[in-house]
């Protein structure tokens, strides 16, 4: 929500300084979808305040919801008319985590991925960012009014993760600008710890993070623990390869001495092996920092016809073998993909 203008109204409205308040405690603490039902002020400046502004920067095209309830998918119609995608995720019941777009597209391409794919458009504002959190705000206190929370009794987001279209630290101007409106006590009041960038390994972003935001949870989409493959799936690795990373990795330790976690999709025959995992457990080892290094493993959800998950076993073996080398691992649990939400399928369907 565009607060400046807001603040504008009010002044040209006379309003006391209070009402802005009131205004904000509405629509970030209670998740009010309209002007018009906040009650605490008058009707004809709710009226006036409907008439010229909108609460949110875009028009919600559909939410398409899992039959577990679990987990949801919204489009977004953006002023300019571009499209993004946002995904609400109940892992356990007490969570609910919103994985937001931060880019119309992505520019990295990277093979296995549904956004590369689409190639870059724009990059989003602060705001742009930061309404698909207020948007699913506003639907969960819908769903709460409606009893309809079955896969969680919480009805707030409890984490944000920027998983979504678009690499982070290729647009860290509205990303971070979007970090302070999240974390600010006035707006959303997230915790910086329940906050997570996922970058595919951008290396002066990663720099940025550990100097700004050392609280802010970093994950690298690693994929691949050896330059050849990694250079033919993810074109970053051609001009930052793994030693580059390493460094700024080390660097990032240096200073903000929090657990990374190392993103790890499961490609069949591609990155699967127990050569693939000792080669992982290697470079994890060169990093010098293996007690802060999580590895996610997580199931393909098919986007391309090129590329198939491995299986359930093959997972489970490779999760094993890293353990053999003291590498902790967890099997993440996929969600989303009923509904094309899941990672690495966004791509405005
Ligand atoms: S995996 Fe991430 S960085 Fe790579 S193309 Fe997809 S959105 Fe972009």
Partial sequence: MDITKLEKILRAENQ????????????FNYGISSFLDISTISL????????????????????LVASNGQ???????????????????SPK?????????????CAMGCKFCATGKIGFKRNLTAEEITDQILFWRQYLKRQE????????????????????????????????QSIKILTDKNLFGFSSRSISVSTCGIVGGVKEMAKEFPQVNLAISLHFADDEKRNAYMPINKKE????????????????????????????????????AKMLADYIKSIGFSHLLHVNLI?????????????????????KELGKY????????????????????????
């Avoid at 580059?244 to 591609?270: C, D, G, P, S, T």
């Avoid at 199931?299 to 999760?319: C, G, M, Q, T, W």
Wanted: hydrophobic share 40%; net charge positive; aromatic share 10%.
């Fill in 44 to 63: 004809a400046l709710r009226k006036r305040l409907d008439g010229e502004m909108k609460i949110l920067s875009f028009d919600v095209e559909k939410v």
């Fill in 93 to 105: 019941p007490g969570i609910w985590s919103v994985c937001i777009s931060c880019q119309v597209g």
């Fill in 145 to 176: 009014s409606k009893n309809l929370l079955a896969a969680s009794p919480t009805s707030h987001v409890t984490n944000v993760v920027f998983m979504g279209m678009g690499e982070p630290f290729l647009n860290w101007k509205n990303v971070s």
């Fill in 241 to 276: 390869n793994l030693g580059i990373l390493k460094k700024a990795l080390q660097e990032y330790f240096k200073i903000a001495k929090r657990k990374v976690f190392l993103e790890y999709i499961m490609l069949e025959n591609i990155n699967d092996s127990k050569e693939d």
């Fill in 71 to 89: 987990s949801a998918k919204a489009l977004f119609k953006l002023r300019d008319g571009n499209f993004i995608e946002s995904v609400l995720i």
């Fill in 326 to 349: 003291k590498v902790n691992s967890t099997i993440r649990k996929s969600l989303g993909e009923e509904i094309k939400g899941a990672c690495g399928q966004l791509a405005v369907h």
């Fill in 16 to 27: 006391p300084k209070y009402r802005l308040e009131q205004i904000r405690k509405a629509i």
């Fill in 299 to 319: 199931r393909y959800n098919l986007v391309h016809e090129d590329f198939r998950s491995s299986s359930k076993s093959k997972i489970y073996a490779f999760k």
